[in-house]
């Protein structure tokens, strides 16, 4: 790996849209999905990644980059984290953990994981069924009944269904 | 940067495509309430966040909250969340109210003896037997366990804990009796457990509906108010020995069966006011025998070897009591990342250690009234919507 040689090696990924990225070996493996290619030495060439589009995966990569940049220290690279995420709306923290899932990189996934799960904490039922694109399929009598069963939690409840 | 905004139907696209184990992940990070208002969704959303699967996960992410009630004031039994994050000038003035509930809706007088994943121990003491009770606050349901037929003359000599084990994940009530021969003299430790004359312990799984005899440990006496320390699938009491000594009596959920290990090595005092808790993960001994509290953590679970100071508080003012009789055991809750601990003094006040000034003040979180006197209960609690339900065999009722 690149540490043996002394110059980093460089990795090309190919994005489902046919878009090319070059990045450094030592940040790509933080996806295992990538890792075990370069083990299983199918890295020589162009990584395809049929389930990233170049938006998405350019995304990753700044990521990549950034938190293998910096060295083990768990606080700064959860601020980092936490800065990166921040600016990212819900559409695209979507396709990011989609994307974490696939590359299987799990502080990526982890981290966007909870992010979605505060983004979701004040919005209403509705801006959970659009987002999640879920069907309603209570009757209304249901849904009343489910409200119902836990009436307590609903008691000062307020939604911003803002962004 | 600019982000062209794409199809929103795209995205919807994407999302039908998560993997079911992220959006349990994803859902599993959500207060207690939203959970509920997630339910109505749809009734897949509903059914994924009632099954045992999304339960287990949630419990195991989530964040203790802290439960605190007072016996003479059951209807306001109190669950918070903490906001645990460094720099915070002080702890009590952080926190969100989970929910508030009134005990009397199941029993009455009854005293909080425990918590485990999600669900509450209650016991009400009904002159020489318990009624027992299961509970969970965020379902509002609430079981009582059948008589267990123990009959007790000595409170001293019985003791009941409620757990969970590691691996089956059943819920657990446990409860050791040793029966005494209180004709004769029982002043000691060891004059009573010389009368020890049959000793009992029984088990009850939530969901079987039956108490169940199993091999009981040997005769020891028990903190009279301790709700013991479940760590590691393990609950532990410090008890007393015939001989005036104290040991950890250890027992394993899963197995069902006990041992014992030696406490850290106390200075040598007539009074003796150490409890056992778990702080982390860790379990820990706390002695408020002398001026400071100390808390001491076993570092290699199971290893009595490896018991280490871990803090020394110094008390002062109010906190210091000089009195032979004192029967004050100081329970540390949990300790924040700035160093902070919250503990329970005794069954009176919260206290609380700033590590900033290095000194202890009364909590403020939850205002008590001095005069109030003893009764206080305070425990870490996670917050689950696990149905009592759920379990087979019992016969649940809404509170």
Not at chain 2, 149 to 176: A, E, L, N, P
Not at chain 2, 326 to 349: H, T, Y
Request: hydrophobic residues 40%; glycine residues 6%; negative net charge.
């Amino acid at each position: 790996m690149a540490a043996e040689t002394g110059t980093p090696t460089t990795l090309t990924l190919k994005s489902n849209d046919d878009e090319l990225f070059s990045v450094a070996e030592s940040a790509a493996i933080l996806s295992v999905t990538i890792r075990n290619m370069v083990e299983d030495g199918c890295a020589g060439g162009v990584i395809p990644l049929d389930n990233v589009d170049g938006k998405t995966l350019a995304s990753v990569i700044t990521y990549m980059n950034g938190i293998s940049a910096i060295p083990a220290d768990e606080e700064k690279k959860k601020s980092y984290r936490d800065k990166f995420l921040s600016d990212k709306d819900f559409e695209t923290l979507a396709d990011m953990v989609l994307a974490a899932n696939y590359l299987n990189m799990s502080c990526l996934m982890d981290a966007v994981s909870a992010k979605i799960a505060q983004v979701m904490e004040k919005k209403s039922v509705g801006w959970v069924r659009r987002k999640f694109g879920i069907e309603n399929d209570y009757t209304p009598e249901e849904e009343a009944a489910v409200k119902e069963e836990h009436k307590w939690t609903f008691e000062g409840v307020e939604t911003d269904d803002d962004n | 940067m600019k982000e062209p905004r794409r199809n929103p139907i795209s995205n919807l696209q994407l999302f039908r495509n998560l993997p079911l184990e992220i959006t349990i992940d994803i859902l599993s990070r959500l207060p207690i309430r939203r959970i509920a208002i997630c339910k109505c969704v749809c009734n897949s959303w509903r059914e994924l966040l009632r099954s045992r699967e999304f339960l287990d996960f949630h419990l195991s992410k989530s964040v203790p909250g802290l439960l605190i009630g007072h016996d003479w004031d059951p209807e306001n039994y109190r669950i918070f969340e903490f906001v645990d994050e460094l720099g915070l000038e002080t702890h009590d003035l952080h926190y969100n109210t989970v929910t508030k509930f009134n005990s009397m809706g199941f029993a009455d007088s009854s005293e909080l003896k425990g918590s485990a994943s999600g669900l509450l121990f209650f016991i009400r003491k009904v002159s020489n037997y318990d009624s027992l009770y299961i509970c969970n606050p965020i379902t509002r349901e609430y079981i009582e366990l059948p008589y267990d037929g123990i009959f007790y003359s000595d409170s001293r000599m019985v003791t009941s804990v409620f757990g969970v084990s590691k691996i089956t994940r059943q819920h657990k009530v446990i409860r050791v009796f040793h029966e005494i021969d209180n004709r004769r003299e029982c002043d000691t430790a060891a004059h009573l457990l010389s009368n020890v004359t049959k000793s009992i312990c029984l088990v009850y799984v939530l969901g079987t509906g039956l108490w169940r005899s199993i091999a009981p440990p040997a005769p020891f006496i028990y903190g009279s108010r301790s709700i013991g320390a479940s760590v590691n699938g393990n609950i532990h009491w410090m008890v007393e020995n015939a001989d005036g000594s104290h040991c950890v009596s250890c027992f394993n959920i899963e197995t069902e069966t006990f041992s014992t290990f030696a406490p850290p090595i106390f200075p040598v005092s007539k009074k003796f006011l150490v409890g056992l808790v778990v702080l982390g993960d860790c379990l820990c001994a706390c002695d408020n025998t002398f001026d400071e509290i100390v808390i001491w953590s076993m570092k290699v679970y199971g290893d009595d070897k490896s018991w280490r100071k871990e803090f020394v508080v110094k008390k002062d003012g109010g906190y210091v009591c000089d009195c032979d009789d004192c029967r004050q055991v100081v329970s540390p809750i949990k300790v924040f990342k700035d160093g902070d601990i919250l503990m329970a003094w005794d069954e009176i006040d919260m206290i609380y250690y700033s590590n900033k000034t290095k000194s202890i003040t009364s909590f403020d979180m939850v205002r008590l009234d001095d005069d109030d006197g003893e009764g206080l209960s305070a425990m870490l609690h996670t917050s689950s919507f696990l149905s009592l339900g759920s379990f087979r065999k019992e016969s649940v009722s809404s509170f």
